[in-house]
């Protein structure tokens, strides 16, 4: 609990700061209104700083996991949106504050303490005051149309890859793959259940799905299975597991309570029929050829979780001529995948979201996401072997999405001619 209050006081400390000073703009660019106007302006910016404040006091000193996820989902994005903004305003102002301080350093020894302190002021620039509140808003305004337009605007992006050992039998089959679902986020239904029929309508022969189900618990997909068991194709549905699963990310009464809930995680995956590889493989097989698909755990470099056996789940496909590898971190391929299996050919991951902002014009691509990860998006390839990441189909936090839209990949295998 001491812990907690300590939080609790630096938060508040932190915001109130930021809210005083841009709060001075507000005081500046409100000042020839009307007093009725003046008032009702200056009184509604400190209503978003106390529901703030309530809603840290509500985080530290209650268990913010009784309730719904989508509810908490909204208060960290409330958070986030409001002082987010809120520190491009504060940006412009200390600017504006910095040029104030040069102009009072060079009124000060031109004309001397004595006659600045009798009467000059110095003044903060209209101009910049009514820009850092612009700086403010344009954030706020970007996140809430990430929100409302950007969350489920589902994008299909096709990848073709010549494999040089590719049965013949499987030349020119399509794989689904999707992503990240995170089914506790999500605040639209009609619109998940209209992503899943863009990709039913694609008509793939296999579909990958590589994990991070739910953002904390089990009990978040259960509104949803009735949408993602419609997920089928004629060669199977492979999924495995993120390290959103697991339940790592919240607080258990017991160990046996957070193991009650990885198994209703692993039920769910069932109950949509989805066959999901717990370090193992399946052979798919078409007219006596087949291919490997291998599914691990979550497997992650740095600090993430490490579930995943790649060498259990690589056991008895030595001899497949294609193996297809599905694991949730794209670290992974450089950690282990590329180091000790080269003959894994392609492996589908996810889990950076694209960072769920950023820019794609033609072939240019950026995001914060690539600060965190070498391979973060889209189709990468080291001598024969490949990694494809998707970018996701949901969102976590931050409940919306901002020049990286939620992706659903097609991609169709052929023989190298």
Known sequence: MRNRMITLLFFTVIFLVIDFYVYQAVVGVTKEFSATARNLWRIAFWIPTVLSIGALLWWVLDDPYRYNANFRNWVITGLVATYFSKIFGVVVLFVDDLGRLVKWAKTFFEKGAGELLAGESI?????????????????????????????????????????????????????????????????????????????LDQKPDLIFFTGDLVNNEAAEVKDYIDIFDKVKAPLGVYSVTGNHDYGDYRSWSSTREKQNNFKNLIEAHSLMNYNLLMNENRMITLNGESIAVIGIENWGAGRFSKYGKLDQAYRGTEGAPVKLLLSHDPSHWDAQVRTEYKDIDVMFAGHTHGFQFGVELGNFQWSPSQYAYKQWAGLYQQENQYLYVNRGYGYIGYPGRIGMPPELTIIKLQVQS
């Open 123 to 199: 003044t903060r620039s209209e101009f910049l005051m009514k820009t850092a509140l612009v700086a403010t808003a344009v954030p706020f305004g970007t996140m809430a149309f990430g929100i409302i337009s950007g969350a489920h605007d589902y994008r299909v992006k096709r990848v073709t890859l010549t494999l040089p050992n590719l049965p013949k039998s499987f030349d020119g089959i399509t794989i689904g793959h999707i992503s990240d679902i995170h089914s506790g986020s999500f605040w639209n239904k009609t619109a998940v259940e209209g992503g899943v029929d863009m990709l």
